[in-house]
């Protein structure tokens, strides 16, 4: 990420929440992430995304592992530290090793990925280049998920892409502790 300053600072934190208590109820307090405070200078799309990233996030069929596996590759793909960062965390808490994590840098072809961690990555290749999959790496795909499974890898490709995007255009810059790309080996 670059060293200049962000081109939108983030809102500060109570009127953050202002905002996600009159968008979402007083229920909805989700934290202080310099993205979220951000966005919060368009409530439209911050209420907009919500449901799509909540769904993503939480609800799709799609597995965690994998879901984050994905996210991963295409933040590092993307040059994206901060979203890489923010899913080094949530891809611990999906259950990838640290391993697996500083490995996402070398691709799907790096010693150690299973064969379908592999395929998976090699999807996320295929999607960053080309804005599609081959028909080889759908049907390798399809062999493990449902087709519910396959439209939510697409989404979570294109999401992740969008969010890499905004972050690395307005320098969001990263909460103290966030951790950052693996070192390369």
């Not at 109820?25 to 979220?36: K, N, R």
């Not at 996210?71 to 611990?92: D, K, N």
């Not at 439209?151 to 969001?172: E, F, K, P, Q, S």
Request: charged share 20%; glycine share 6%.
């Amino acid at each position: 990420m670059s060293t200049a300053d962000p081109r939108i600072d983030p809102v500060d934190v109570d009127a953050y929440h202002r905002l996600e208590r009159e968008l979402f109820g007083d229920d909805a307090l989700t934290g202080t992430a310099h993205v979220s405070r951000t966005w919060a200078h368009s409530p439209g799309l911050t209420k907009a995304q919500r449901p799509l990233q909540n769904y993503l996030l939480g609800q799709s069929p799609l597995p965690a592992r994998d879901r984050e596996l994905a996210i991963l590759r295409v933040a590092w793909l993307s040059r994206c530290e901060y979203a890489f960062g923010q899913h080094v965390r949530m891809g611990a808490a999906a259950g990838l090793t640290p391993e697996e994590i500083d490995r996402v840098p070398q691709g799907p072809t790096a010693e150690g990925w299973t064969e379908f961690q592999s395929i998976l990555l090699h999807a996320v290749d295929e999607m960053h280049a080309r804005n599609r999959l081959t028909d080889q790496t759908w049907t390798a795909l399809a062999k493990t998920y449902d087709e519910a499974q396959l439209l939510d890898l697409i989404a979570v490709i294109g999401r992740y892409w969008t969010v890499a995007a905004m972050l690395n255009t307005i320098n969001v810059q990263p909460e103290p502790g966030l951790p950052t790309f693996p070192r390369p080996r």
